[in-house]
């Protein structure tokens, strides 16, 4: 096995890589596992481009997450058909409701769950009995409780379902969003279609980095929760993304594996062509206890999982915020040549910080050469001003060509890389031309950043107060339009920078 044989240099033995992926695969139930060499990458596209959709317990109480999902479509401006089923109902929402699956006249590609655990073996046998391509069961309480009846039925459930040739999508997930069709998690969630696609054994994660993500400006061309995996699982839809020409970023949060050796297969397929970023749950010994009880998974041995990441070139994380803030510096930044990073606005005491910051993520605050310091003087009088790196700026802002022509004679110099601009809204709220200092500073970034050839990143600061928060917002929304990464704290920016750097070192 080849990649065990490369992992040896990272302390990793043969033995040990082979025992890790027999244990991230599923035990043997009797069931068939219909995915080990399922070339599903290339075949998955009617998940996110299906002709029509059931929804089977649609509802008219606005309170149901049946309703919340029809009408979720509806706004989305999903463009097939969609069939509410409700044996109860003639009609929802304008649209004629029917009592099943198998009354539809036309065709069914899709069909989406929320009934309850007990409806969801007739349902498979209806939908089997259709030619339904696919089945979401967003419902829980499957194989994740626990329960050993619980698991049988969802194996029962699978094995109807591939007798037919219809795919299963969870139990326990939320399922597909994919803003290109007008399929979404809930009502609201963002049209826009973007580079990153996401995949996620939690729909709660899946759906807070949906909802959250449009105001770091990053966008997705697919995101799927694929819950419990008792079907299509995390190797299938790595499979998809790594070969989908929609998606250049590629992000997941995982728990555990159901086909180990196709994810690592995946993994070194992407390797070069797409960074892959990963938040790994189950880290810790009460991490992986929670993983049994969520999804139903194995976290498997840190250690090999850690050698296979750097094996294969995918960034880590800890967090969510973490994943996406690797996500903006992919979706915004062009790599910088180097590590030395010039800091321009910090001020006064904050500038110790951003140094060690900087220093501690292991990109270098070089000094700024007497050469620039004495040109930045000719245009910056106020008393007390910091001209070494970092290099504090007038508390009003300069004027736009002041700006622009400071950043310029930052980032001309050698020494440095890269550049982080610390702007810090509270300053402003209250002056009288507040909003139009932070509109003039905005514009004369975006402008700046077109002039030169080296990054720039932006750090947006405040307090937290109410005004402060808005303030952010609004300068985060333009300066994210004009094509500029921005972050809430230095140490955030420049963790993702350096980790950003890494990953090309590493190409």
Not at 118 to 136: F, H, M, N, R, S
Request: a neutral charge.
């Amino acid at each position: 096995m080849a990649a065990s044989r490369r992992l040896l240099k990272f302390g990793i033995t043969r033995k040990e890589v082979l025992c890790f992926l027999r244990t991230l695969a599923p035990k043997n139930t009797g069931t068939k596992h219909y995915d080990d060499n399922d070339n599903c990458g290339s075949r998955l596209d009617y998940l996110f481009h299906p002709r029509s959709i059931a929804l089977a317990g649609a509802s008219r109480d606005p309170a149901k997450r049946g309703n919340e999902l029809l009408h979720g479509f509806m706004d989305a401006g999903y463009k097939g058909q969609i069939y509410p089923i409700n044996p109860g109902a003639t009609e929802i929402a304008g649209l004629k409701a029917y009592p099943s699956v198998s009354a539809i006249p036309g065709p069914v590609d899709y069909v989406i769950s929320v009934l309850p655990v007990g409806a969801a073996k007739p349902l498979t046998e209806d939908c089997a009995a259709k030619g339904v391509k696919a089945i979401q069961f967003y419902t829980a309480g499957f194989s994740e409780t626990g329960d050993p009846a619980m698991k049988k039925r969802e194996e029962e459930i699978v094995a109807i379902a591939r007798a037919a040739g219809t795919r299963v999508l969870g139990p326990n997930c939320v399922g597909i969003y994919c803003p290109e069709t007008g399929m979404v998690f809930h009502v609201g969630a963002s049209k826009k279609s973007g580079p990153v696609g996401f995949i996620s054994q939690s729909g709660g994660n899946s759906e807070d980095l949906v909802w959250a993500a449009p105001l770091r400006g990053v966008y997705f061309s697919k995101a799927i929760s694929f819950g419990n995996a008792a079907d299509l699982n995390e190797s299938d839809f790595l499979e998809y993304l790594v070969h989908d020409p929609a998606t250049n970023i590629v992000s997941g949060y995982l728990e555990g594996f159901k086909n180990g050796r196709k994810f690592v297969d995946q993994l070194r397929q992407a390797q070069g062509k797409k960074p892959v970023i990963i938040l790994k749950g189950g880290r810790t010994e009460a991490g992986t206890r929670a993983v049994a009880s969520h999804t139903g998974s194995l976290a498997g041995k840190m250690a090999v999982w850690d050698a296979l990441c750097q094996q294969y070139g995918v960034v880590q994380f800890c967090s969510l915020d973490e994943l996406l803030d690797m996500a903006v510096a992919f979706q915004y930044m062009k790599p910088p040549r180097g590590r030395r990073v010039a800091v321009i606005g910090s001020g006064g005491g904050a500038s110790v910080q951003a140094a060690d910051d900087c220093e501690t993520c292991g990109c270098p605050v070089p000094k700024l050469p007497e050469s620039a310091r004495a040109e930045l003087r000719t245009f910056t009088s106020e008393v007390g001003r910091f001209f070494a790196n970092p290099l504090d700026s007038p508390t009003r802002g300069w004027a736009p060509e002041q700006f622009q022509h400071a950043i310029k004679i930052v980032l001309d110099q050698p020494e440095m890389d890269f550049l982080i601009v610390f702007i810090g809204v509270d300053i402003t709220l209250f002056l009288h031309d507040g909003k139009k200092i932070r509109d003039r500073t905005t514009e004369a970034l975006i402008t700046a950043a077109g002039m030169v050839d080296k990054p720039i990143v932006v750090v947006l600061k405040s307090g937290g107060s109410l005004e402060g928060s808005q303030a952010v917002l609004e300068q985060q929304a333009r300066l994210v339009e004009g094509g500029l990464p921005v972050y809430p704290t230095l140490p955030r920016a420049v963790s993702a920078v350096s980790r950003l750097i890494a990953w090309h070192e590493r190409q």
